[in-house]
């Protein structure tokens, strides 16, 4: 036993500094801090999305609307004011119409010769005539702008229900209330084309009663009767 070898293993010693330590509550404060700034970076990925997204909403606001009925109504407009301005005989001006009532409206005088009183009486009739025709002209008139506003207020419905923005929400209102405008206008011509053929109506038939009484006065008057003179009814030959 004492000449046997004796295997020994050999110890290696590991250096002191190749030991990895695990701290715990540092790992833990490490993950929380991670944690935090991940939620600050997402915090501001948020709130840069919503910046983002109001800049979206104002780009819509203020967007304008791409479409107008402003030159449909207008041209409407001006079709109902030609109709009025080519009103026969009697026209939309308070110095012609107080020029033609004091003219052929206005007392019978009495050295009107029978041939002016008959004159004037025609004219008075024409002028009544005429604003009946211009009545119709302009109810006419309104009647054809009835499809025009029914196809421009379909389109302007259309346009406020697809609208993105405040803007073009406003803009829409503005051409309806436009188009209230223009309807309203022609209802006014309407009224007035009417008031004026009923005003010329009434006034032919108190003329026409005023001269009948200076008519009738005429003919009852006694006049000189017949006063006998000279007439030569055949050639003497000379």
Same mark, same amino acid.
């Given at each position: 036993m004492m *000449? &046997?070898?004796i295997a020994l293993s050999p110890i290696v010693a590991t250096p002191a500094y190749a030991l990895i330590v695990f701290d715990?509550? +540092?790992y833990a404060q490490n !993950?929380?801090?991670?944690a935090r700034s991940l939620q600050h970076i997402t915090n501001q990925i948020t709130s840069l999305q919503n910046e983002a997204q109001m800049l979206i909403n104002q780009a819509k606001n203020l967007a304008s609307l791409p479409f107008s009925a402003l030159q449909q109504i207008q041209q409407s407009v001006q079709r109902t004011q030609q109709l009025l301005n080519q009103a026969q005989n009697l026209a939309f001006n308070v110095q012609q119409i107080d020029q033609m009532f004091q003219q052929k409206y206005g007392n019978v005088s009495l050295s009107t010769t029978d041939r002016q009183l008959v004159a004037d009486a025609r004219s008075r009739w024409q002028n009544t005539v005429g604003g009946l025709q211009d009545a119709m002209r302009v109810q006419a008139g309104v009647v054809g702008n009835i499809d025009t506003n029914r196809t421009q207020m379909s389109a302007l419905v259309g346009q406020s229900q697809g609208a993105t923005g405040a803007l073009q929400a406003t803009q !829409?209102? +503005?051409?309806l209330l436009a188009l209230q405008s223009q309807? /309203? *206008?022609? /209802? !006014? &011509?309407?009224i007035s084309a009417n008031g004026r053929a009923g005003a010329l109506t009434e006034a032919e038939?108190?003329? &026409?009663a005023e001269q009948g009484r200076e008519q009738r006065r005429r003919f009852l008057t006694p006049g000189a009767g017949y006063q006998p003179g000279n007439a030569q009814m055949f050639n003497n030959g000379n």
């Open positions: *000449s &046997a070898p715990p509550s +540092n !993950v929380l801090t991670a !829409v209102g +503005n051409q309807q /309203l *206008s022609d /209802l !006014v &011509a309407l038939r108190s003329a &026409a």
